[in-house]
């Protein structure tokens, strides 16, 4: 029942675990960026122990895509898309957007999919994780409304890549007009919108092997085609 997961503060949202609610999604390729300027990115400054923390915000057509895209080998009306706009925090954790306006497969259609992506994985050292909290928010225009979910998540390399994590069943569309979420903007044709905040913090970072999972990392590792380096440092895991 998504009644329990709404907030109608700022600062709400309730927390998922393990629900069935939330899935952790395959690495996807990017989508090539439309022609606007992020904002600069920080390079990542390697293993961390001491959290930081950024405040990221996209705003995303509101309207259904029509498009089709295969997904199991079938023509489903779901499309995924990556926001062009990345943001950093001041380690260099990098994030991205990664949305499907009308649900990420048949069984979640007619609800918005929203995911933490991991902005330049392929560009991260092999074994990089990162132990992550975040609150991802849909925001009224006028502030007085919004709709949040919160999660603790890893995201990592290996041995089980976990690059995109959210919730497929972020928030029906049949709520976002009803409860003021969707923002018809006075440019672009009135085209209407969802304004998206997410607060996501870092407790921890690093590149180490865990010994547990060497032998998985080292498989992961043959399988990606990883530098020697990283089959070097799971042998000596």
């Known amino acids: 029942?998504?009644?329990?997961?709404?907030?109608?503060?700022?600062?709400?949202?309730?927390?998922?675990?393990?629900?069935?609610?939330?899935?952790?999604?395959?690495?996807?390729?990017?989508?090539?960026?439309?022609?606007?300027?992020?904002?600069?990115?920080?390079?990542?400054?390697?293993?961390?122990?001491?959290?930081?923390?950024?405040?990221?915000?996209?705003?995303?057509?509101?309207?259904?895509?029509?498009?089709?895209?295969?997904?199991?080998?079938?023509?489903?009306?779901?499309?995924?898309?990556?926001?062009?706009?990345?943001?950093?925090?001041?380690?260099g954790n990098r994030w991205l957007l990664y949305y499907f306006l009308d649900g990420d497969g048949p069984d979640n259609a007619g609800h918005v999919s929203l995911y933490l992506s991991v902005r330049d994985a392929r560009?991260?050292?092999?074994?990089?994780?990162?132990h992550t909290t975040f609150a991802m928010t849909l925001e009224a225009v006028d502030g007085k409304a919004s709709y949040s979910k919160w999660a603790t998540q890893v995201f990592r390399a290996a041995p089980t890549a976990v690059q995109d994590w959210g919730w497929p069943k972020f928030v029906a569309r049949s709520e976002l007009r009803s409860?003021?979420?969707?923002?018809?903007?006075?440019?672009?044709?009135?085209?209407?919108?969802?304004?998206?905040?997410?607060?996501?913090?870092?407790?921890?970072?690093?590149c180490e092997i865990d010994r547990a999972e060497a032998d998985a990392c080292l498989l992961a590792a043959a399988r990606a085609g990883a530098p020697v380096d990283a089959v070097h440092r799971c042998l000596a895991a």
């Open 1 to 91: 029942d998504d009644d329990d997961d709404v907030s109608d503060d700022d600062g709400g949202g309730d927390e998922y675990e393990s629900s069935g609610d939330e899935r952790i999604v395959p690495p996807r390729r990017r989508r090539p960026s439309k022609k606007t300027t992020p904002p600069p990115l920080v390079p990542w400054a390697g293993p961390q122990s001491v959290a930081s923390t950024v405040t990221c915000r996209w705003r995303v057509p509101g309207g259904s895509t029509g498009h089709t895209t295969k997904r199991g080998g079938q023509q489903q009306q779901h499309k995924g898309e990556y926001h062009e706009c990345g943001f950093s925090d001041s380690a």
């Open 123 to 130: 560009e991260l050292p092999f074994g990089w994780s990162k």
């Open 179 to 206: 409860r003021g979420l969707l923002h018809t903007t006075s440019s672009r044709g009135g085209r209407e919108e969802l304004r998206v905040r997410a607060v996501v913090t870092v407790t921890t970072s690093s």
